[in-house]
């Protein structure tokens, strides 16, 4: 069975531009969270969606947007790019949200550099 | 206000000796812990997880032990390999929407 696909592995970008990064969870999973990890750092909570409906948001500005299709997957949208949004963007599929005790299953990610 | 913490940031063994990794949290409603390894170039790697209910979990080479009153979990792999090198981070579910990570400590095991 394929894991969880993600796309573009990397990305150059200048500093005000637009990008969306997309995910394709396990199949059967329902949830789709995505995290930010910058170097020396653990991945950072942004969102989690749960049959297309978000169930959780990080401390992330509203520059940053994600929505969840009928199919499970994602994309995340970050507007007005800046330099430090350069990191290595992670998605994670789960099955449900409703236990507290799932465990998330991570694609290889998405590196995006801001220049 | 880190709520997972791994205080050491890298660490060196020998090939065939025991790894131990360290970590601490400090919210007390955490159930659920989990380990992942992480490859450069790679996303994380679930690598093995514990209850609240339990104080040890062992899969293969891998264990892990739960103290709830010291806030305290660690990883232990005995015995080590040369691909064990990687980072690994320490996580828990937070009120079951998102998880909460460590910084990690990056593993070094030696030929």
């Known amino acids: 069975d394929a894991g969880v696909t993600q796309s573009p592995t990397h990305l150059i970008k200048t500093r005000g531009q637009q990008v969306t990064l997309r995910c394709s969870p396990i199949?059967?999973?329902?949830?789709v969270s995505w995290y930010q990890q910058v170097l020396g750092q653990g991945p950072q909570f942004i969102f989690q969606y749960y049959e297309k409906e978000e169930r959780g948001r990080g401390n992330f500005p509203d520059r940053f947007s994600a929505r969840q299709f009928p199919n499970y997957s994602s994309e995340l949208n970050v507007n007005a790019l800046l330099l430090g949004d350069s990191a290595l963007y992670l998605c994670?599929?789960?099955?449900?949200?409703?236990?507290?005790?799932?465990?998330?299953?991570f694609g290889p990610g998405t590196r995006l550099l801001v220049l | 206000d880190q709520q997972v913490k791994q205080n050491s940031p890298s660490l060196s063994v020998q090939e065939g000796r025991i790894s131990i990794l360290n970590c601490d949290y400090t919210n007390s409603m955490f159930d659920y812990f989990l380990w992942y390894k992480k490859y450069p170039a790679e996303g994380p790697t679930f690598l093995i997880s514990i209850s609240s209910i339990k104080d040890k979990n062992e899969d293969g080479r891998f264990t892990v032990f739960l103290n709830k009153s010291a806030k305290h979990l660690s990883l232990h792999i005995v015995p080590s390999q040369p691909g064990d090198s990687a980072v690994y981070f320490c996580?828990?579910?937070?009120?079951?929407?998102?998880?909460?990570f460590g910084p990690g400590t990056r593993l070094s095991v030696l030929p």
């Open positions: 199949s059967g999973h329902k949830s």
């Open positions: 996580a828990a579910p937070n009120y079951g929407q998102n998880f909460v």
């Open positions: 994670a599929s789960s099955l449900s949200t409703t236990s507290g005790q799932e465990t998330q299953y």
